[in-house]
């Protein structure tokens, strides 16, 4: 007797396979079109549609956790009047001298960046810091800049900017705001992630990557793995380099169980695109200042630290964008390959900007790539405001992604984006390309928000199929012969416990 027979449904058991009916047993699938098993629970399904369980590749997921608890949530704000009123309303709620922490702000919706003097006259008692929706911009009052220490005498550190006047931070000058504020604990760290969790579990995802995990994060994640309160599969880009740090941690104890996996790291090497910081070899347009966007790194110090974590036997997954930052990051994996035989397959994050010499590279060096579809649905106003025309046909052409051959693999990016839902990930993809010609099937879409985050999390053998021998991490859809946002998800489960 099994523990569970799904039956009479549209499976989607992999990429140009299906089948009617499921088995699972201790939490595998055990048989597939084999409804004549015995089980402890049936579920006839009439029709409707099962999926595997939704991988997103690269999602903050103890940030999504904080705005869904104590950070105040900007991304709704149409207006900097809006803005400044949501801050005067939450800074009633704290005592003087508690820190104000809001992010989600974007200039191109709202009109401008927040101003110091704004800031100050709405919060007057508190240390405020308004993160911009891509976290590499941050507005500040005059209580914050003065508690960081930050004055016409700063220095800012390499790879990063302050423009005083306005009070905006940009990059790498975000970590000296970072060491004033009250640093956050194992136990905040896993209040946020669990609220992070259940808010990606919603959703349909069963397995996830957190691209960005420092030493107290890590800790949080080993002691919910421990006490076995993961909901869903999780796992880590360990952060060598902190914001605003020049320090590096050291590699992390590798650890693999069915619910976390800690045998990768994470650099950045440039900024964001949609507020102008990624590292581009022509100027943006309608920017403040000219730009040409940040390198986070030397060449030659990034090659360190990446050879280091490639000859521990880490997977490295690398922030590039801009073309500059796409040069540098292929330069060093190429390297990289070329330093022994290990074979990992590395990652760059986002890879938004790759003309058809990064594809190529990309290619022949078997670097998988993960994109944020759901960027040209909620930031290509940005793209279009800033970027020069020459960039215009490479900008998250997830076509030629595709097309050369590479290993694609979607994500949400959230909370740089407000949604989490993969099913509008998908609708991006499929239908609102930059540029007309550049979406991708939904076949396409699907394997990539499923074996694809499986490949890049190196966990294929696992996850990402409802081959038998796999997880059984599913979703039910109520049907899929309507528009990909109408679909209805009616249930998810991990190793075939319902959550
Ligand atoms: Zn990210």
Not at 251 to 267: C, H, M, Q, T
Not at 407 to 426: K, W
Request: charged letters at 20%; one cysteine or more.
């Amino acid at each position: 007797m099994i523990d569970l027979l799904i039956k009479n449904a549209n499976i989607w058991v992999a990429r140009g396979k299906k089948a009617s009916s499921l088995a699972i047993d201790q939490g595998v699938v055990v048989a597939l079109d084999n409804p004549q098993l015995e089980a402890r629970e049936v579920l006839d399904l009439g029709g409707k549609s099962v999926f595997p369980g939704w991988n997103d590749a690269h999602v903050h997921v103890w940030k999504v956790g904080h705005l869904r608890t104590t950070m105040l949530d900007l991304r709704e704000a149409t207006s900097l009047e809006e803005v400044y009123a949501l801050v005067a309303a939450r800074a009633k709620t704290l005592e003087p001298g508690q820190w104000l922490l809001g992010r989600g702000w974007n200039e191109a919706k709202i009109g401008g960046s927040p101003t110091k003097t704004a800031l100050d006259a709405v919060a007057p008692l508190n240390p405020v810091v308004l993160t911009r929706t891509c976290a590499h911009i941050h507005a500040a009052n005059s209580r914050a800049l003065q508690l960081a220490s930050i004055d016409q005498k700063t220095i800012p550190p390499h790879g990063g900017e302050i423009h005083l006047e306005q009070g905006l931070v940009f990059e790498t000058a975000h970590g000296l705001l970072l060491k004033a504020m009250p640093a956050f604990s194992v136990q905040d760290y896993k209040m946020f992630v669990l609220a992070g969790l259940k808010w990606l579990a919603a959703h349909g995802i069963t397995s996830c990557t957190d691209p960005a995990v420092d030493p107290v994060l890590l800790e949080a994640y080993r002691q919910l793995e421990a006490e076995k309160a993961l909901p869903i599969r999780v796992n880590v880009l360990f952060i060598r380099r902190p914001d605003g740090g020049l320090e590096t941690y050291p590699l992390p104890e590798k650890f693999v169980s069915s619910f976390l996996r800690v045998d990768s790291v994470k650099f950045f090497a440039d900024g964001g695109l949609s507020g102008a910081t990624a590292a581009v070899s022509i100027p943006y347009q309608n920017t403040d200042f000219p730009s040409q966007g940040v390198l986070r790194f030397e060449t030659k110090e990034l090659y360190q630290l990446a050879l280091e974590a490639h000859q521990a036997g880490f997977r490295i997954g690398t922030h590039a964008i801009g073309d500059r930052a796409l040069d540098q990051i292929l330069e060093v994996y190429q390297r990289l390959a070329s330093s022994n035989t290990t074979q990992i397959r590395h990652r760059i994050e986002h890879f938004g900007l790759a003309n058809a010499s990064h594809l190529q590279k990309a290619r022949e060096l078997g670097v998988i790539v993960v994109p944020q579809p759901i960027f040209l649905h909620e930031l290509a106003g940005n793209f279009a405001k800033y970027l020069p025309k020459e960039f215009v046909p490479h900008c998250y052409n997830l076509r030629a992604m595709f097309d050369a051959g590479l290993t694609t693999v979607f994500s949400s990016d959230a909370p740089v984006v407000r949604e989490v839902n993969p099913l509008v990930g998908i609708h991006a993809a499929t239908l609102e390309p930059f540029q007309a010609g550049h979406q991708v099937t939904l076949e396409e879409s699907i394997a990539a928000f499923t074996v694809g985050g499986a490949i890049a999390s190196g966990d294929v053998n696992n996850r990402g199929t409802l081959e038998v021998g796999m997880f059984a991490d599913f979703t039910v859809y109520d049907g899929t012969q309507k528009p990909v946002l109408d679909w209805q998800l009616l249930e998810t489960r991990v190793a075939g416990d319902k959550l």
